[in-house]
């Protein structure tokens, strides 16, 4: 039997076969890599969606939250007026503050914290007196609360001016009113 290969055709079935063997190896290489890049699309989509559900979600929650808050400082507000109301109107001779004081920190927590880092050596009646101008109540009111003459009231304002160390032209309660 004699068996010759023509050159050319050898040629071009080596061609072929190099070819083919190419790209098995580029599928082989290239289909797993789409595979992956496909997955890693669809989970960073995935997590893209479960991130913006749970911004959402906060969001929702912290309005909620915030629309509580909102109504309990109302309802504080509301009862702290009240409170304030019955004590001016109440012909008691030493009206029962503790409740009043009470319904205050709730409303206001960081306003004793606070007016204690300015001045570190308040006393008692001082810091019941910013509470009261806090509240922008007069003199003549606070004066009803404590049993004490209006003219003493304006004392106490002005030796807490003097601590607090502000000048004729700052307001008291605006002062009060940022911490």
């Not at 098995?24 to 290489?29: D, E, G, K, Q, S």
């Not at 003199?139 to 807490?160: C, D, G, H, W």
Request: glycine fraction near 0%.
């Amino acid at each position: 039997m004699d068996f010759k290969i023509n050159t050319d055709t050898w040629f071009v079935f080596s061609i072929l076969f190099i070819s083919a063997l190419a790209l098995f190896v580029f599928m082989y290489v290239a289909i797993p890599y789409f595979i992956r890049k496909r997955h890693l699309n669809r989970t960073k989509l995935r997590n893209n969606r479960k991130k913006d559900s749970y911004k959402r979600l906060e969001k929702k929650y912290s309005k909620r939250r915030i629309t509580n808050l909102q109504k309990d400082n109302e309802k504080l507000q509301i009862d702290l007026k009240e409170d304030l109301q019955q004590m001016l109107q109440g012909n008691l001779n030493t009206p029962d503050l503790l409740p009043f004081f009470s319904s205050f920190e709730k409303l206001y927590p960081y306003f004793r914290q606070s007016l204690q880092k300015i001045i570190p050596d308040i006393t008692a009646n001082e810091l019941k007196i910013c509470v009261f101008l806090r509240l922008n109540l007069s003199s003549k009111e606070i004066s009803q609360l404590f049993n004490i003459t209006p003219e003493s009231v304006n004392k106490a304002r002005y030796r807490l001016r003097k601590k607090m160390k502000l000048n004729s032209k700052e307001d008291l309660f605006v002062f009060l009113s940022s911490i």
